[in-house]
């Protein structure tokens, strides 16, 4: 069975810079989507980016992060990255990526990014 495996969080001062990584241990058919969400205590789960495959790799932000962070995918690792740039506080989460299939879903467990002021 595919799983998805992050790597990359840590902790790190306001201004700095991550960048997640979500590989998958096998090969996924007809991909669909790929996002990133992250979730901070005693808040809801907020989508900050997405890859649209089925539309041309057209990407997606949350307005909190645009401009900041950057999805992108590398086809032959399987994986896909999130590069967060002029971290702030507020990005403090455990980050989770999605990988949307025509068949079904997968889920990573999630990497915990703490931004210290």
């Known amino acids: 069975q595919v799983q998805l495996v992050e790597s990359g969080g840590g902790l790190v001062q306001a201004g700095g810079s991550l960048r997640l990584s979500c590989a998958a241990s096998?090969?996924?058919?007809?991909?669909?989507?790929m996002d990133w969400s992250r979730q901070a205590p005693g808040k809801q789960r907020e989508l900050v980016a997405t890859?649209?495959?089925?539309?041309?790799?057209?990407?997606n932000y949350a307005d909190s992060v645009k401009g900041r962070f950057t999805i992108s995918r590398d086809n032959a690792k399987n994986t896909v990255y999130l590069q967060l740039n002029s971290l702030k506080p507020e990005d403090t989460a455990v980050y989770y990526c999605?990988?949307?299939?025509?068949?079904?879903?997968?889920w990573g467990q999630g990497t915990q990014v703490t931004v210290s002021s």
């Open positions: 999605h990988v949307g299939g025509y068949f079904r879903d997968y």
């Open positions: 890859i649209m495959i089925t539309s041309g790799n057209q990407t």
């Open positions: 096998g090969s996924i058919s007809r991909i669909t989507s």
